[in-house]
């Protein structure tokens, strides 16, 4: 079996976040912590260690939306479902989170598209998949390409709030995409709300949580070195009590008859 790993890494960059979102990293190497660790025992020097050399570790600053993660349904609203309480980040059923994938490749549409559910349909047709209740759906948009650059944030398509229906409708608990978020990126959307003066267009792909619960993995890596179908996901993001969202390490396992 093929592992591919899915994940984005945690880093201190000015370019996976907009500005003052980002993680901050403080690393400590080996020398500079030897007095801590010596701290825990009275009477060892030093020189008693290997090398002289303490441990290495970080101290990070984060929000749990660095990174690729997996949004919980309280991140969108206050409520679920038509109106039950939204399920926090350690309450996300583990079922959800293991699902045959399925890849929509939308790297052709233009940064700031909106995908609707004919486009959603047109590409299912196009690899011949029928979406099955719990398959995972992944979004490969123009974003991936540019993550690491200062045009990543404002790149690729969003998912809007019918398309996001359609894929929830047939029984998708867990969609993702390789862009910063899920719906186009939040400069074309305050073009348009300005234009039109439609605050409803605001986070339409997130706010259609309200309606029906699912969850869904932002900043992915990778997502063109998947076949269309004939993998799984497994996507377990970290429980914290009563968060939004938990970090996670998503990987597609592609069965070897799988990767002719």
Request: charged letters at 20%; glycine letters at 10%.
């Given at each position: 079996?093929?592992?591919?790993d899915?994940?984005?890494p945690l880093?201190n960059?000015?370019?996976?976040?907009?500005?003052?979102?980002?993680p901050?990293?403080?690393?400590f190497?080996?020398a500079?912590?030897a007095s801590?660790?010596?701290?825990?025992?009275?009477?060892v020097?030093?020189?008693?260690?290997?090398?002289?050399?303490?441990?290495?570790?970080?101290?990070?600053?984060?929000?749990?939306?660095?990174g690729?993660h997996?949004?919980?349904?309280?991140h969108?609203?206050?409520t679920?479902?038509?109106?039950?309480?939204?399920?926090t980040?350690?309450?996300?059923?583990l079922?959800w989170?293991w699902?045959?994938?399925?890849?929509?490749d939308?790297?052709?549409?233009p940064?700031?598209y909106?995908?609707?559910?004919d486009?959603?349909?047109?590409?299912?047709?196009?690899?011949?998949?029928?979406l099955?209740?719990?398959?995972?759906?992944?979004?490969n948009?123009?974003?991936?390409?540019?993550?690491?650059?200062?045009?990543?944030?404002?790149s690729g398509?969003?998912?809007?709030?019918e398309a996001?229906?359609?894929l929830?409708?047939?029984?998708?608990?867990?969609?993702?995409t390789?862009a910063w978020s899920?719906?186009?990126?939040?400069s074309?959307?305050?073009?348009?709300?300005?234009?039109?003066?439609?605050?409803s267009?605001i986070?339409?792909?997130?706010r259609?949580?309200?309606?029906?619960?699912?969850?869904?993995?932002?900043?992915?890596?990778?997502?063109e070195?998947l076949?269309s179908?004939?993998?799984?996901?497994?996507c377990?993001?970290v429980?914290?009590?009563?968060a939004?969202?938990?970090?996670?390490?998503?990987?597609?396992?592609i069965?070897?008859?799988?990767?002719?």
């Amino acid at each position: 079996m093929k592992l591919i790993d899915l994940s984005r890494p945690l880093e201190n960059t000015a370019f996976a976040d907009p500005p003052g979102l980002g993680p901050s990293i403080e690393y400590f190497s080996h020398a500079q912590t030897a007095s801590q660790l010596l701290s825990f025992f009275p009477g060892v020097s030093q020189q008693d260690l290997p090398g002289g050399e303490g441990w290495a570790v970080e101290r990070v600053v984060l929000s749990t939306h660095n990174g690729t993660h997996l949004d919980a349904p309280y991140h969108f609203h206050s409520t679920m479902d038509g109106g039950q309480r939204a399920m926090t980040i350690d309450e996300v059923p583990l079922e959800w989170c293991w699902g045959r994938g399925v890849k929509l490749d939308f790297r052709h549409f233009p940064d700031g598209y909106i995908v609707q559910p004919d486009d959603v349909e047109s590409e299912l047709a196009r690899i011949g998949h029928d979406l099955q209740p719990g398959d995972i759906v992944l979004v490969n948009t123009a974003a991936g390409a540019r993550y690491g650059t200062s045009g990543y944030v404002n790149s690729g398509c969003g998912v809007g709030r019918e398309a996001t229906l359609f894929l929830t409708e047939r029984g998708v608990r867990i969609a993702g995409t390789d862009a910063w978020s899920w719906d186009a990126p939040f400069s074309y959307t305050a073009a348009k709300v300005a234009e039109t003066g439609d605050a409803s267009l605001i986070w339409e792909g997130h706010r259609a949580g309200m309606v029906r619960a699912y969850c869904h993995l932002e900043k992915l890596a990778d997502l063109e070195r998947l076949p269309s179908t004939g993998f799984d996901v497994v996507c377990f993001p970290v429980s914290i009590k009563g968060a939004s969202a938990g970090w996670c390490r998503p990987v597609a396992m592609i069965k070897p008859q799988d990767n002719a």
